[in-house]
């Protein structure tokens, strides 16, 4: 059983579109993180959001993380060919845990 | 600076044979993940380490896989005997030890079991 569900599992677009991805869970998480993988590569962090109701900007990609720290959403504005990969969200319960709890995935394809 | 180094790259072997996944993590780094990646069933946690110590070993699926951290630079994943289900994109990711740092991975190793 999936503790993180994302969806849309997959998604194609055309450049300079909108989107939104989610990630929902039953379970409070005490921070989140989001990564990007691309083919071949391992994923790469890009960014933690740990307060509930937190809202962070990186460029065109807004994160949102849920007021009751169990879910979350990356919206991403006028996409580029460039932000075509995985998408995965990543979950920490806290305490003296270190282990992640990763998503499905969301694959983003962005048509030029 | 250098990042995670796994290797091989790719491995592709005949069933019933043993397979050694090597990972060097990050210089510093306090805790090191192995992961294993399917399309069916994503990234899935195999076990992690902290200063080289097992911590959590519950997602190891049975006796046939082990990980060894014989020191702070060098971990060791085996499958012994190997199956074709176990072919997968084995991640190797190190973060420090404080709360929320991101982990970092390695481009991982392409297994093939045949």
């Given at each position: 059983t999936q503790l993180l569900e994302q969806s849309p599992q997959f998604l194609s677009i055309q450049e300079g579109e909108n989107l939104t991805v989610y990630c929902n869970s039953s379970s409070v998480f005490s921070s989140l993180q989001w990564y990007r993988q691309e083919p071949g590569e391992g994923p790469v962090l890009l960014v933690t959001v740990v307060t509930g109701g937190e809202v962070k900007k990186l460029k065109r990609l807004t994160f949102q993380f849920g007021d009751a720290r169990k879910d979350s959403s990356l919206h991403i504005t006028?996409?580029?060919?460039?932000?075509?990969g995985l998408y995965l969200c990543a979950g920490n319960i806290g305490g003296s845990a270190r282990q992640l709890t990763f998503g499905s995935g969301t694959q983003l394809t962005v048509l030029p | 600076d250098a990042g995670v180094i796994q290797s091989p790259r790719h491995e592709v072997t005949e069933m019933g044979q043993e397979v050694t996944l090597r990972c060097k993590p990050i210089s510093g780094h306090d805790y090191l993940f192995w992961y294993r990646q399917t399309m069916m069933r994503g990234l899935e946690l195999l076990i992690y380490f902290n200063n080289n110590v097992p911590i959590d070993d519950s997602g190891m699926p049975e006796d046939r896989f082990s990980a060894k951290m014989p020191n702070a630079s060098f971990s060791t994943l085996k499958i012994?005997?190997?199956?074709?289900?176990?072919s997968a994109v084995y991640f190797c990711a190190s973060s420090l030890r404080f709360f929320n740092q991101p982990q970092h991975f390695g481009d991982g190793t392409r297994l093939s079991i045949l």
């Amino acid at each position: 059983t999936q503790l993180l569900e994302q969806s849309p599992q997959f998604l194609s677009i055309q450049e300079g579109e909108n989107l939104t991805v989610y990630c929902n869970s039953s379970s409070v998480f005490s921070s989140l993180q989001w990564y990007r993988q691309e083919p071949g590569e391992g994923p790469v962090l890009l960014v933690t959001v740990v307060t509930g109701g937190e809202v962070k900007k990186l460029k065109r990609l807004t994160f949102q993380f849920g007021d009751a720290r169990k879910d979350s959403s990356l919206h991403i504005t006028a996409a580029q060919p460039g932000d075509t990969g995985l998408y995965l969200c990543a979950g920490n319960i806290g305490g003296s845990a270190r282990q992640l709890t990763f998503g499905s995935g969301t694959q983003l394809t962005v048509l030029p | 600076d250098a990042g995670v180094i796994q290797s091989p790259r790719h491995e592709v072997t005949e069933m019933g044979q043993e397979v050694t996944l090597r990972c060097k993590p990050i210089s510093g780094h306090d805790y090191l993940f192995w992961y294993r990646q399917t399309m069916m069933r994503g990234l899935e946690l195999l076990i992690y380490f902290n200063n080289n110590v097992p911590i959590d070993d519950s997602g190891m699926p049975e006796d046939r896989f082990s990980a060894k951290m014989p020191n702070a630079s060098f971990s060791t994943l085996k499958i012994q005997p190997s199956e074709p289900r176990d072919s997968a994109v084995y991640f190797c990711a190190s973060s420090l030890r404080f709360f929320n740092q991101p982990q970092h991975f390695g481009d991982g190793t392409r297994l093939s079991i045949l």
